[in-house]
């Protein structure tokens, strides 16, 4: 069974459109994030939500949308699509914020061209 | 923002030799993470760290917290070609949102 699903594996798409990334745990997790990880492998936190709550919001574009409509779903949304924004899109989730081992997903790597 | 540097960068090695990898930062954390991701997927986690000198064991793999919890090392024995992959270590800064700082990240292979 997946612990840490996301949807879609791949997703390509032109500058400027909308696209939205789901993320789905089933590990009855009360803590998800998002991670962008670049070409070069650097992985960085983008958001985070603790029972449905925004608790991290790095230094992000508003065109970046995190919607969680329940502890089980963290949603992303991009408006505006950039070149910039191709990467390796993660989810994960824990117990508890941070301190607790985290599970990621499989990614979902999102090009722009 | 709390950067963790890495070293080497790559490195490719042949089965049976052993290796090491430093990561290293002027910033103290409360625990530090190491974890392994393949190709396609995401990383996973192979130990924490908490306490500073602390040592831990993974089969062949050994880890261990500086003294000032501000740097860590991987060791490998005796690499096997499963050992390829992604490391990345991970410090975390509890307050704030609890969030993990990842490093840059070394890349194994590890050929016959």
């Known amino acids: 069974d997946t612990a840490v699903s996301q949807t879609p594996k791949y997703l390509v798409t032109q500058m400027g459109n909308d696209k939205s990334i789901k993320c789905e745990q089933n590990?009855?997790?009360?803590?998800m994030y998002w991670y962008k990880q670049d070409s070069k492998k650097f992985l960085k936190i983008m958001f985070s939500?603790?029972?449905?709550?925004?608790?991290i919001n790095e230094t992000v574009p508003n065109r970046f949308s995190p919607k969680s409509p329940d502890k089980a779903h963290l949603n992303l949304h991009i408006n505006s699509l950039e070149l910039g924004d191709s990467a390796v899109y993660f989810c994960?989730?824990?117990?508890?914020?941070?301190?607790?081992?985290?599970?990621f997903g499989p990614g979902t790597r999102l090009t722009v061209l | 923002t709390q950067l963790l540097e890495q070293s080497p960068q790559f490195l490719s090695i042949q089965e049976g030799e052993n290796l090491t990898v430093y990561c290293n930062s002027s910033?103290?954390?409360?625990?530090l993470q190491w974890y392994r991701q393949e190709p396609g997927e995401g990383p996973v986690l192979l130990v924490t760290?908490?306490?500073?000198?602390e040592v831990k064991k993974l089969k062949r793999l050994t880890f261990q917290f500086g003294d000032a919890r501000k740097d860590s090392s991987l060791h490998i024995t005796a690499a096997q070609t499963g050992d390829t992959g992604l490391y990345l270590c991970?410090?975390?800064?509890?307050?704030?949102?609890?969030?993990?700082?990842f490093g840059t990240g070394t890349q194994l292979k590890v050929e016959l």
């Open positions: 760290v908490v306490t500073g000198g």
């Open positions: 991970a410090g975390l800064i509890t307050g704030g949102g609890n969030k993990l700082t």
């Open positions: 939500y603790n029972n449905k709550e925004l608790i």
């Open positions: 910033s103290v954390f409360s625990s």
């Open positions: 994960a989730s824990s117990q508890f914020p941070a301190t607790d081992t985290q599970y």
């Open positions: 590990l009855g997790h009360d803590t």
